[in-house]
């Protein structure tokens, strides 16, 4: 597993996630550190990578709206993230963020990294949330 400062997509890193009805109560920061899967989206600036970042959880996602998206992480990918099961990847809440200034990466060494294969479905999946609108990220940078 790689250990430098730059972000891969599908990487899964411990990150003071920001749930964005903790956001809208007017929250700052992220209750606990958890899990989550870096997906790199664009430069930010010259010197900051804009990342966004999507949750993993043991709880079996519930609806609270109609819009929940989670997928199910297979055993394997399990192994692979260095995770527990069964977890959950919610793709209908994220943060962004600027990995390289970022007071909520709790440790840039990843604990694993998800398949090419199955961080595709993921990554398919939430651009196809972002473009319908239903994925509003929780800006922290």
């Known amino acids: 597993m790689t250990t430098d400062a730059a972000p891969r997509n599908g990487q899964i890193i411990q990150y003071d996630y920001l749930w ?5 109560r007017g929250e700052e920061s992220g209750r606990k550190a958890r899990p989550v899967c870096v997906t790199v989206v ?3 600036r010259p010197d900051a990578t804009r990342i966004l970042v999507f949750p993993i959880t043991s709880q079996p996602p519930t609806p609270p709206t109609p819009h929940r998206i989670a997928m ?3 055993e394997t990918e399990l192994r692979r993230a260095g995770l527990r099961g069964p977890a959950w990847i919610i793709l209908d809440d994220c943060n962004t963020d600027l ?3 970022s007071f909520h990466v709790v440790n840039r060494v990843p604990m694993g990294r998800f398949s090419y294969a199955f961080f595709d479905r993921l990554r398919n999946t939430a651009i196809t949330q972002l473009e319908a609108g239903r994925i509003r990220p929780v800006p922290l940078r």
Request: hydrophobic letters at 45%.
């Open 42 to 44: 664009l430069p930010g």
């Open 20 to 24: 964005r009805r903790e956001f809208e």
């Open 72 to 74: 199910a992480i297979p």
């Open 99 to 101: 990995w390289e200034v």
